[in-house]
């Protein structure tokens, strides 16, 4: 089983940033991916950036030159820095890890952009 804690997340202004942070902990080892969903209300649950352990990453197209994904090397933290928020970027977003046999969902945390 892999535990995940998410932080981050709250009220800001259109324009404005915020980091989302996601801490993996339990039987790690064979974690081979980390990332990030949202919802917003009404919508289908969507990928809106992912780290594989190796290195590369993935971008939705409408977060692309906004938002990044890094990870932590020391231990398997991942993080999502978010610039220039945008109203249709509110959501409840999860953070989501991915071993050869399973994948795991944080609790959610809320993203709220005001306009």
């Known amino acids: 089983q892999v535990q995940l804690m998410e932080t981050g997340g709250g009220l800001v202004q259109a324009g404005g940033s915020l980091r989302l942070s996601c801490a993996a902990s339990?039987?790690?080892?064979?974690?081979?991916?980390m990332g990030w969903y949202r919802q917003a209300p009404g919508k289908q649950r969507e990928l809106v950036a992912r780290?594989?352990?190796?290195?590369?990453?993935y971008y939705a197209d409408s977060v692309k030159d906004r938002f990044t994904i890094f990870k932590d090397n020391a231990d398997y933290t991942v993080y999502l820095g978010m610039n220039n928020l945008k109203a249709e970027d509110t959501a409840v977003y999860y953070c989501?890890?991915?071993?050869?046999?399973?994948?795991?969902w944080g609790q959610g945390t809320q993203v709220t952009v005001s306009t």
């Open positions: 339990g039987n790690i080892g064979s974690v081979n991916a």
């Open positions: 989501n890890v991915r071993d050869p046999y399973y994948e795991y």
């Open positions: 780290i594989f352990i190796t290195g590369p990453t």
